[in-house]
């Protein structure tokens, strides 16, 4: 079990390992997405990018980033990634919208 902790919303959830970050969001209301990403987001799937976040903390307990988030995130910092793509094994400290 792993502690989500998301920063600017002041928010701790509670995950199993292996639980889906934008699932886990979604579920505990936080917002992931800005007001196009609303409109166009993928559904989770990892074709649009709009649900990025900023590992603050406890990257070490994210599963690897996927070949889907390379291609997106190739020009962003290493410790963005894709909450649609991460799977969460563990306490990490997270950024909406960076």
Known sequence: MGNIKFVKENQEIIAADGANLRLKALENR???YTFSGKMMNCGGYGQCGTCIV???EGEENLSPRTDVE???LNKKP???RLAC???VNGPVSVKTKP
């Open 54 to 56: 900023e590992i603050v």
């Open 85 to 87: 793509q991460t799977l």
């Open 78 to 80: 290493i410790n963005y």
């Open 30 to 32: 936080v917002d992931l």
């Open 70 to 72: 390379n291609r997106k």
